[in-house]
């Protein structure tokens, strides 16, 4: 079968065992640098993607896209409100809600608390609560009966199980013939529900009449609607229009107030890091270049000889782009192939080494998710691939370039 001088000579040069060991060693150094690389960047890009969409699907699963309420009072109508925007374009449903925050106290521990006054019958449209409860059912939530739903590491921490009665404080006094005492109302645990989130230590529901009698609101008022959009970034622009629409005056809130600075922050670091760990490929790429500036001058013999026989200098120079792109080829893919497998499996890895030696990498009272999460994007890898190969052809420019502009003559002067 046919091949060109300058791949078969390219291919023999990659594949025979030098005498200079040490040339051999820097072509290793450089393959193995590349296959790092590459698969660094795939796995922490794939852990930072997998960041980004536990805080999309649990983060803001939990917390509303946007709210609507009253201008510095309550929500009278709501009923009517939600109707009215019924029909506006990229919004999936709504959901009244009231808001207390207080503390819950159980066997002689307090814990502060954010209190959801929902409705169980539509929360389920709004948020995935629903999707997440380790123990009990939303319906369990029955006006009157003064049921909570607790998240699982505030439950941990109050060592509140289903049915222990748990008491909710509010920073509001209630004065009375005994005099001034603090606003207290006990619940009976009726579920526990766990997003693997900070959500879990801070966070409780209730039903909305509850909520409402709790915080003495007058009937048929809410603190405001819960939106639930088809695309959370467009929430911001399309709640303002829903509230600049109204007759009434209302107040319009959304995710990127609450958890916007998260989310900012994990793109940035994404970004950041990928630039950092490119650091890791471009030194490789320079491995590249050293080894092919030593392997000319190991056969500067060998290219007089060639040229004697009547190579052109562009042949000579494809000759050694050859090697140094079979070298930055196979340091790729390995590391590509590497960094794929490391991706699908970083999650079930460190959770066996978290089990295996009783330790937490990410825990919930510091982290918004308590496991590392990780989403492997096809187009990250071909970037990255494409990328790396770009940089290793380049690195082989200059080496080359030197080798085609050896002189027959001077060479073998000393043979």
Known sequence: MYKPLSLFVGLRYT?????????????????????????????????MNGFDRELKQRILGMVPHATLGG????????????????????????????????????AGRVQGVLVNGID???????????????HGALDDLAAGEYRIILGELLARYLAAGVGDKVTLV????????????????????????????????????????????????????????RLRFDDLFQAPLKVRAIAQEQSQLLSASDWTR???????????????????LFLIVFVAAFNIVSTLVMVVTDKRADIAILRTMGATPLTIMRIFIVQGVVIGVIGTLLGALLGILLALTVTDLVAWVEHTFGIQFLSADVYFISYLPSQLQ??????????????????????AWRASRTQPAEALRYE
């Open 258 to 276: 609450t958890h916007g600075n998260l989310f900012q922050a994990i793109q940035l670091e994404k970004r950041m890091i990928g630039l950092l």
């Open 170 to 225: 509010l920073p509001e006094a209630s004065v009375s013939v005994a005099g001034i005492t603090p606003r207290l109302k006990r619940f009976t645990v009726a579920g526990v529900f766990s997003v693997g989130a900070e959500l879990d230590a801070n966070l409780a529901y209730v039903h909305i009449a509850d909520a409402a009698r709790l915080k003495r609101m007058t009937p048929g008022t809410v603190d405001g609607l």
């Open 71 to 106: 201008y510095g009072e309550p929500l009278r109508d709501w009923e009517q409100l939600a109707q009215e925007i019924a029909g506006t374009a990229g919004l999936i449903a709504s959901a009244p809600y009231i808001q207390a925050q207080g503390m819950l106290t159980h």
């Open 15 to 47: 594949a025979a065992k030098r005498g200079n060991h040490f040339i051999s060693f820097i072509s290793l150094v450089s393959m193995l640098g590349l296959m790092l690389g590459v698969a660094a960047l795939i796995v922490v890009l794939s852990v």
């Open 378 to 399: 096809w187009d990250d890898v071909t970037l990255i691939t494409l990328s790396a190969l770009t940089i290793s052809f380049l690195a082989t420019i200059y080496p």
């Open 120 to 134: 169980p019958s539509r929360e389920p449209d709004v948020s995935i609560i629903g999707e997440h409860l380790a």
